[in-house]
């Protein structure tokens, strides 16, 4: 499976996937899907909740795919699964919500500080409460989880916890992890991938 789709976390920053993938093989084509109003992609005048924007992400997975998610960008891989399995063969969540209500966990609430530092974004974003809790177990292909041991924003039992909901799952947990690990442990995480996607072949 040569195709990876990279979908960011709740910044929209696309630039935080570029240490990982300049250390993945040369011969994956990768694609970064951004989210129109965040980050460094234009707005998009269609896209006025956070239904649009999880069709936009699904409509640009046209062809067989495995989807590298972070944080926020896991909800859209997890429906991307349910509504494409067809294209979508396998995909790797890293410290994400998976689209599970985390009251249960002893989450740090984001939330505020999200709004301090990206004003500009708009607010159904951070309010939304999508959950695809009972559909998980539908989820029938290969599936890596990489979260940090030292994430407040989404404790390694979150991983651990889509780890037993996941028919076809393994969980890998990066030392010293923070919610940026897949940037911060560019290298470990890559080691990781590559493995996975060795096994997909």
Avoid at 30 to 46: A, Q, R
Avoid at 146 to 161: A, E, K, T
């Amino acid at each position: 499976m040569n195709n990876l789709i990279f979908l960011p976390g709740a910044s929209g920053s696309t630039t935080f996937w570029h240490p990982l993938i300049e250390k993945l093989p040369p011969h994956y084509r990768t694609k970064i899907i951004g989210y129109p109003g965040f980050g460094d992609t234009p707005e998009s005048v269609g896209i006025k909740n956070f239904k649009d924007l999880t069709n936009h992400v699904v409509d640009q997975i046209n062809e067989e795919s495995v989807i590298v998610a972070q944080s926020m960008g896991g909800i859209f891989a997890v429906s991307a699964a349910l509504q494409k399995p067809q294209l979508v063969k396998g995909q790797v969540l890293i410290a994400t919500s998976g689209g599970i209500n985390l009251e249960r966990f002893n989450v740090q609430d984001w939330r505020e500080a999200y709004r301090q530092a990206f004003l500009k974004y708009p607010d159904w974003f951070i309010t939304t409460n999508a959950n695809y809790e009972e559909f998980l177990s539908d989820i029938n292909i290969e599936t890596l989880l990489i979260w940090g041991d030292d994430d407040p924003v989404s404790p390694v039992q979150v991983g651990q916890y889509l780890n037993q909901k996941f028919e076809k799952s393994t969980l890998y947990v990066v030392k010293g992890g923070d919610h940026q690990l897949a940037e911060k442990h560019a290298d470990e995480v890559s080691v990781q991938i590559k493995i996975y996607l060795e096994k997909l072949t």
